[in-house]
């Protein structure tokens, strides 16, 4: 079974300084997608960002970028210049790909969260 | 905007009412789930549907009865439950169950609360 584990369950950053989430997965999969969703106090779970395991390249979007790091089976989020709105809580999250073998219909494996605190 | 829609909002029930939450995508979305979140836990999957049938079940006790009528709308209704099922109840939607790298959409969740 995939695990999923964030080892820091708070972390607080001043604004437009950078910070960067852990995040740290176990699996005999080969084919697998990451992602990393965002869940302000509003509720809305909303995705950050994903990558695709087969793919070297680090995915990027805007100031939220990954550090990908297949052999050590890291999946850390780094956000740069931060704002007051990207306080929130952050999950880490695994899925098995389509050729990994039989179907997961979707399901996806959750870290625990880190809590994200933007200092102004 | 938020493009799956979780009605009510809200909602206190006693532990022998029968009532029901709705979700609704209008995305053209094949795929639909049912979380379970406490504060400050990651979700936790209830239920899945797959282009309209019931996919995955987590051994949810029966108290929670899943319902899709069609492809737009999924239902989960209560009945009898206890008060550790208070808690976020958030709905998903997806392209397709097996596109991988498809996200899951989220709902708002309705915060159910069991008295």
């Known amino acids: 079974a995939q695990t999923v584990t964030q080892s820091q369950p708070e972390m607080s950053v001043q604004e437009a300084e950078t910070v960067t989430l852990s995040c740290t997965y176990d699996?005999?999969?080969?084919?697998?997608?990451l992602f990393w969703y965002k869940q302000p106090p509003s509720r809305q779970m909303i995705l950050v960002i994903r990558?695709?395991?087969?793919?070297?390249q680090n995915a990027t979007e805007n100031r939220f970028s990954v550090n990908f790091q297949k052999a050590a089976k890291s999946f850390s989020l780094k956000i740069s210049d931060s704002q007051l709105g990207d306080a929130a809580m952050y999950f880490c999250?695994?899925?098995?790909?389509?050729?990994?073998?039989?179907?997961?219909?979707?399901?996806?494996?959750f870290g625990q969260g880190t809590i994200l605190t933007v200092h102004p | 905007d938020t493009e799956v829609t979780q009605t009510p909002k809200h909602l206190v029930m006693g532990m022998t009412n029968k009532k029901s939450l709705k979700c609704e995508q209008h995305m053209g979305h094949r795929a639909m789930y049912w979380y379970k979140q406490k504060a400050k836990k990651p979700p936790e999957l209830m239920f899945v549907?797959?282009?309209?049938?019931?996919?995955i079940n987590e051994s949810v006790p029966s108290r929670f009865s899943p319902e899709c009528p069609n492809s737009s709308l999924l239902n989960l209704h209560l009945h009898a439950l206890q008060p550790e099922d208070s808690a976020l109840y958030l709905c998903a939607s997806s392209q397709d169950a097996d596109e991988a790298y498809q996200p899951q959409h989220f709902g708002d969740g309705t915060r159910l609360s069991i008295l």
């Open positions: 990558q695709e395991a087969y793919k070297q």
């Open positions: 999250a695994y899925r098995r790909g389509p050729n990994a073998g039989g179907t997961s219909y979707g399901k996806l494996t």
């Open positions: 699996t005999s999969e080969s084919d697998y997608y």
């Open positions: 549907y797959s282009y309209e049938k019931l996919s």
